[in-house]
């Protein structure tokens, strides 16, 4: 789901002694009352504990060959709104979300390409420079390379904002996703493959070579039950991705197919096992008839998967954390992995948050979302979940995101470091990033108060005679050690505490003013 919002404030409470600001998004496409019932839903349902992960995916490798400079980042920018064919919308272009997305650090941006809108009358050839949908999507790419920011592509949509296939390719069920020409939509993806690779027609004709170009590919936008989708079709989705990915691939080997872009509540549903299980044939009635089964696992080099963690608690009444929601979608891959003999594949390593924030509504203040921040990458990093969306920061948490990755460009391994801390007063939570890589030998903490539990209090090891303390507005404090031991104080929040980046490596950060920080 991608929404455009606006934000308004209104005043709540969140505790009875104190009351605290809270920054409301109203989605303009949200009618007031839905708005409304989402920030009460929110206020009360927000996850106040975040269990870990059993078992974490280990550390991704430091250097891969042959792919795009800072293709290992595993920020994915995803700011803004967008027109399916290369800009905003309401005419708008995508410069200044770019522009967002460099100030903070980032080095990946986004965009859908929908096919309804890139092939309304029928298939084209992006070669022709009368082709204007081309053109338009030309001019992102052309932006995205003169800021040196990775696409991750998401080509080819169908469904969802997409609107479903273009009526010249027909459809297998009336007001569903898959269409009757399934061939049509496969050559579209090897169209986009072939333009916007590295080396690809763009590329050679603007001199840059192999150096740039998109290599990382998602296959639609929530199908299993966003807008016009495949809900009933997940066989044919799974026909869709084999042949859009083996389509692409014939054009670009290296290429990276991510798949199902799931939503958080059908994360585990029967809908992705029937992607994964080629041997129940469930799907429209032509896919059954043709009793040709296909299997999104062999297709799918990372798992894709979408989490509004309060937007998905509130109307789950449960909490549905990126932990939760990854542990799900993780077993449902791996219970399928041997399904079929012929459908047979290697586990998964390469799991891809790529839509999602707290809520697309807003409800909590920009302090508090930039402290969501903080929390939400650690704990995803943690689980080894491989890339993680950053969308739609407001100011506040953009100071977030950029304090976070100057520090950790590489923040892997991540794990939880309770044991590793003294805990003098308070309950805190409590993780370690080591450095890894040649020359090496410096860690970072990342720590916060457990909500509504009040101040903490923590002392923490050092290996160096100073560290430097984070907050999560960039504030930069350098403070000496004791026995190369530091005790820093967390400040308690009922919803979201804000938490701190130590730094505890031989060069540290530049210091800065700290007024209105969170150190004391």
Same mark, same amino acid.
Request: include cysteine; aromatic fraction near 8%; glycine fraction near 8%.
């Given at each position: 789901?991608?929404?455009?919002?606006?934000?308004?404030?209104?005043?709540?409470?969140?505790?009875?002694?104190?009351?605290?600001?809270?920054?409301?998004?109203?989605?303009?496409?949200?009618?007031?009352?839905?708005?409304?019932?989402?920030?009460?839903?929110?206020?009360?349902?927000?996850?106040?504990?975040?269990?870990?992960?059993?078992?974490?995916?280990?550390?991704?490798?430091?250097?891969?060959?042959?792919?795009?400079?800072?293709?290992?980042?595993?920020?994915?920018?995803?700011?803004?709104?967008?027109?399916?064919?290369?800009?905003?919308?309401?005419?708008?272009?995508?410069?200044?979300?770019?522009?967002?997305?460099?100030?903070?650090?980032?080095?990946?941006?986004?965009?859908?390409?929908?096919?309804?809108?890139?092939?309304?009358?029928?298939?084209?050839?992006?070669?022709?420079?009368?082709?204007?949908?081309?053109?338009?999507?030309?001019?992102?790419?052309?932006?995205?390379? /003169?800021?040196?920011?990775?696409?991750?592509?998401?080509?080819?949509?169908?469904?969802?904002?997409?609107?479903?296939?273009?009526?010249?390719?027909?459809?297998?069920?009336?007001?569903?996703?898959?269409?009757?020409?399934?061939?049509?939509?496969?050559?579209?993806?090897?169209?986009?493959?072939?333009?916007?690779?590295?080396?690809? +027609?763009?590329?050679?004709?603007?001199?840059?070579?192999?150096?740039?170009?998109?290599?990382?590919?998602?296959?639609?936008?929530?199908?299993?039950?966003?807008?016009?989708?495949?809900?009933?079709?997940?066989?044919?989705?799974?026909?869709?991705?084999?042949?859009?990915?083996?389509?692409?691939?014939?054009?670009?080997?290296?290429?990276?197919?991510?798949?199902? =872009?799931?939503?958080?509540?059908?994360?585990?549903?029967?809908?992705?096992?029937?992607?994964?299980?080629?041997?129940?044939?469930?799907?429209?009635?032509?896919?059954?008839?043709?009793?040709?089964?296909?299997?999104?696992?062999?297709?799918?080099?990372?798992?894709?998967?979408?989490?509004?963690?309060?937007?998905?608690?509130?109307?789950?009444?449960?909490?549905?954390?990126?932990? +939760?929601?990854?542990?799900?979608?993780?077993?449902?891959?791996?219970?399928?992995?041997?399904?079929?003999?012929?459908?047979?594949?290697?586990?998964?390593?390469?799991?891809?948050? +790529?839509?999602?924030?707290?809520?697309?509504?807003?409800?909590?203040?920009?302090?508090?979302?930039?402290?969501?921040?903080?929390?939400?990458? +650690?704990?995803?990093?943690?689980?080894?979940?491989?890339?993680? =969306?950053?969308?739609?920061?407001?100011?506040?948490?953009?100071?977030?995101?950029?304090?976070?990755?100057?520090?950790?460009?590489?923040?892997?391994?991540?794990?939880?470091? /309770?044991?590793?801390?003294?805990?003098?007063?308070?309950?805190?939570?409590?993780?370690?990033?080591? /450095?890894?890589?040649?020359?090496?030998?410096?860690?970072?903490?990342?720590?916060?108060?457990?909500?509504?539990?009040?101040?903490?209090?923590?002392?923490?090891?050092?290996?160096?005679?100073?560290?430097?303390?984070?907050?999560?507005?960039?504030?930069?404090?350098?403070?000496?050690?004791?026995?190369?031991?530091?005790?820093?104080?967390?400040?308690?929040?009922?919803?979201?505490?804000?938490?701190?980046?130590?730094?505890?490596?031989?060069?540290?950060?530049?210091?800065?003013?700290?007024?209105?920080?969170?150190?004391?």
């Amino acid at each position: 789901m991608n929404t455009n919002t606006t934000e308004i404030n209104t005043e709540i409470t969140a505790k009875p002694r104190s009351k605290r600001r809270i920054a409301c998004c109203g989605c303009c496409t949200l009618p007031p009352v839905v708005t409304v019932i989402g920030v009460y839903l929110l206020m009360q349902n927000i996850p106040l504990r975040y269990p870990g992960v059993n078992n974490p995916i280990s550390a991704p490798p430091t250097q891969i060959s042959n792919m795009p400079a800072h293709w290992l980042s595993p920020y994915l920018g995803h700011t803004g709104s967008w027109d399916g064919k290369g800009g905003g919308m309401r005419g708008s272009n995508k410069i200044a979300d770019m522009d967002r997305e460099i100030a903070m650090g980032l080095h990946w941006t986004f965009m859908p390409v929908y096919w309804r809108q890139m092939e309304p009358n029928g298939p084209t050839d992006p070669e022709s420079t009368s082709t204007q949908p081309w053109n338009e999507l030309d001019a992102f790419v052309i932006a995205a390379h /003169d800021r040196g920011l990775n696409i991750l592509m998401q080509a080819p949509v169908v469904g969802g904002n997409g609107g479903g296939p273009p009526t010249w390719a027909g459809v297998r069920d009336l007001g569903k996703s898959a269409p009757k020409n399934m061939a049509a939509v496969a050559e579209f993806a090897k169209k986009l493959a072939a333009r916007y690779k590295p080396g690809g +027609t763009l590329a050679s004709s603007l001199g840059w070579g192999t150096e740039y170009g998109v290599r990382a590919w998602e296959l639609d936008n929530e199908p299993a039950n966003y807008l016009t989708n495949w809900s009933t079709q997940p066989g044919d989705y799974a026909e869709f991705v084999s042949k859009c990915a083996a389509a692409i691939k014939a054009v670009d080997p290296q290429a990276v197919v991510a798949s199902p =872009a799931v939503a958080s509540g059908t994360a585990a549903s029967g809908w992705l096992q029937n992607t994964l299980n080629p041997l129940g044939l469930q799907g429209s009635a032509a896919y059954h008839k043709s009793a040709i089964p296909y299997s999104i696992g062999p297709a799918s080099d990372a798992v894709s998967f979408h989490v509004y963690e309060g937007l998905d608690t509130a109307f789950a009444h449960k909490d549905r954390t990126i932990e +939760t929601v990854f542990t799900e979608i993780r077993a449902v891959f791996e219970a399928n992995e041997n399904r079929a003999p012929q459908f047979a594949y290697a586990r998964k390593q390469e799991y891809w948050h +790529t839509e999602g924030n707290f809520d697309f509504i807003g409800v909590l203040s920009q302090d508090r979302r930039a402290s969501w921040r903080f929390q939400f990458m +650690t704990r995803a990093f943690a689980a080894g979940i491989r890339r993680v =969306a950053v969308m739609d920061a407001a100011s506040a948490e953009q100071a977030a995101e950029h304090a976070y990755t100057s520090i950790l460009p590489d923040p892997f391994p991540m794990v939880r470091a /309770d044991s590793f801390a003294t805990t003098i007063r308070g309950k805190a939570v409590v993780f370690q990033h080591n /450095d890894r890589g040649t020359g090496q030998n410096g860690c970072v903490w990342i720590l916060w108060a457990q909500a509504d539990t009040g101040d903490a209090v923590v002392k923490i090891p050092l290996r160096y005679a100073n560290a430097a303390i984070v907050d999560t507005r960039g504030n930069v404090r350098i403070v000496n050690a004791t026995n190369k031991t530091i005790t820093v104080s967390l400040n308690e929040d009922a919803k979201m505490a804000p938490g701190l980046i130590i730094v505890d490596r031989p060069q540290l950060p530049r210091p800065t003013a700290l007024e209105g920080s969170n150190p004391r």
